[in-house]
C-alpha cells in the first residue's frame, strides 16, 4: 500500500517548456487535488477532481491544466513554464471533500529558470 | 487575501514542557479545522481536526481549542518529544474550499 505517490521528485525546467506532473494513489479516493506551497505562504490549491473525468478549479488555477481519466492518477500540466511557477507541489488525495481528512504525496520540487 | 495565519514562523521548546501553537482565522464560515505535521522531504500527514461545533478535541498528547468567537485555532502537544520537531499547518475549510496556514516550525530539544 504506497499511498500516494508523485513523479518525479525533482526537476528543472527552462521558460517556456512543458511538463507533465504526475500523481498516483492506491486508496480508491474519489478526490484528488493538487496545491502548490511557495515560502512564507500556505499550501495553495490548483486545481482538484471529484472522480473520474471531472476537474475543477481552485484557489490559483492559472498557467496549469489537469486531467482525471483514471480514477487513481491525477495529472498536472504546465503548457509554457514560468519562473513564478517555481515551487513544491503536492498531490493529495481523500474519500469526499468535506471532514476527512486529506492524504498528501512526498511533493515534487519543480525549479524554472 | 490569506485567511489563515500562523503568525509564528518557529516555536522552540524544551521535551517535556508544553507546545502551544497558535492560528487565527477570518473567514467566520470556516466549519472544520485541521492541523497536518510535515517533516522535511516528506508530504504533510493529518494530525487533528476539530468541527466548529466543539471548542476541544484531544488525542492522546495533542489536543485542539477553538475559540470560535476570537476566531482562532491552538494546538497543544503534551508533553513534547524531539519527534514532534516539524512543521505544523493549520488548515481551514468551509465546503469545497480548505486553506492553509503558511505553517509554524517546532523544535522540540532534548
Known amino acids: 500500500n504506497a499511498g500516494v505517490t508523485q513523479t518525479p521528485k525533482f526537476r528543472v525546467l527552462k521558460t517556456g517548456q512543458s511538463m507533465t506532473l504526475l500523481c498516483a494513489q492506491d486508496m480508491n479516493h474519489e478526490y484528488m487535488y493538487w496545491y502548490r506551497q511557495d515560502p512564507g505562504m500556505g499550501l495553495r490549491l490548483i486545481h482538484y477532481?471529484?472522480?473520474?473525468?471531472?476537474?475543477a478549479k481552485g484557489e490559483v488555477p492559472d498557467g496549469y491544466n489537469v486531467s482525471r481519466l483514471k480514477k487513481q492518477n491525477f495529472l498536472l500540466g504546465l503548457e509554457s513554464a514560468a519562473p513564478s511557477q517555481t515551487s513544491v507541489y503536492f498531490c493529495?488525495?481523500?474519500?469526499?471533500?468535506?471532514?476527512?481528512?486529506?492524504?498528501f504525496g512526498p511533493g515534487t520540487r519543480l525549479t524554472v529558470l | 487575501d490569506q485567511q489563515v495565519k500562523q503568525n509564528s514562523p518557529s516555536l522552540s521548546v524544551q521535551e517535556g514542557r508544553i507546545s502551544i501553537l497558535n492560528c487565527d482565522y477570518t473567514n467566520s464560515m470556516f466549519d472544520y479545522f485541521l492541523w497536518y505535521k510535515k517533516y522535511p522531504a516528506e508530504g504533510p500527514t493529518f494530525l487533528i481536526s476539530i468541527s466548529s461545533i466543539k471548542d476541544k478535541n484531544e488525542d492522546g498528547r495533542f489536543t485542539v481549542f477553538l475559540n470560535k468567537s476570537a476566531k482562532h485555532l491552538s494546538l497543544h502537544i503534551v508533553p513534547s518529544q524531539p519527534g514532534d520537531s516539524a512543521v505544523y499547518f493549520c488548515?481551514?475549510?468551509?465546503?469545497?474550499?480548505?486553506?492553509f496556514g503558511a505553517g509554524t516550525r517546532l523544535t522540540v530539544k532534548p
Open positions: 493529495a488525495s481523500s474519500w469526499t471533500r468535506t471532514k476527512d481528512e486529506q492524504f
Open positions: 477532481s471529484v472522480g473520474e473525468g471531472t476537474t
Open positions: 488548515a481551514a475549510r468551509v465546503s469545497s474550499d480548505m486553506r
